[in-house]
């Protein structure tokens, strides 16, 4: 007989910053477990289609993910039924998302995972654009994340002018403090974060001594996991998936460690361009 396969997904509400309920979406795998589980934080378009769509990809894998509204409070000032695009273009106003009130939100969500009797007690987070950059001051800030995966996070390497009344400090910054390791997955081709960005941070991970590997894709620009868009590119996309379940592999399902200070350029036939 085949070994079980069953995933549930729903809405669920999660106490996150200064104990506010807010939204989320939880999809895991059914069975006893205990599975890892993993916090997924959406990209700047906000909590959408495609956000639940990973979370639901994370369960299919075996790990109990939840994906936190982090524009509730922006949504509820506008109306409950406000779209993500609505939710989004007011964030945007107010200067980004609160890192403090992120940090809240995720240390709810990572308190939530933890208290189900399925999951192993293993936490990792993956972001996606802002979500990305959030990852990486997620890592610096909150020392119980198991493993941390930014994909192409923007404004890491925020300049002064960059920096903003809810989002004060440059996450590279807090490098010092960050205490798992570390998947960074870019495209080449991308503006935010640029190589450049990219090499500045992986040069302060190197100077630091952090655990982490960055993996670049030729022929690849931002968001080239979505399959919903032109920058979908399929062979990168597939090859990156398999990065994270790997790292996930390692660092949530047996805890042993990865190299420190790895870099890997990975070539993208140009027909997938």
Known sequence: MATYDGMMAESIRIQGH?????????????????????????????????????????????????????????RQTLSPGATSDEASAA???????SDDVVVGDVEGAMRYLRSLPYT????????????????YLLACRIPSIDAAVDCWGGGVTATADQLTPRQPVAPIDLTKDMNCPLLGIFGEEDARPSPADVEATEAELKRLGKNYEFHMYENAGHGFFA????SYRQQAAVE????????YGRHLRTGAGAATGAREQAAVPADNA
């Open 227 to 230: 399959v919903d868009r032109p």
């Open 91 to 97: 964030v945007r106003e107010a200067g980004g998302m």
């Open 240 to 247: 990156g998936w398999e990065r994270v379940f790997d790292f």
């Open 18 to 74: 200064g104990g506010q309920e807010i939204d989320g979406y939880l999809a895991r795998p059914l069975g006893a477990g205990p599975f890892p589980s993993v916090v997924l934080i959406h990209h700047m378009p906000g909590w959408d289609e495609a956000s639940k769509e990973m979370a639901r990809k994370l369960a299919f894998h075996g790990y109990a993910t939840i994906s936190p509204d982090l524009h509730y409070r922006e």
């Open 120 to 135: 192993n007690g293993k936490v990792g987070v993956i972001g996606f654009c802002s979500g990305g950059r959030q990852v």
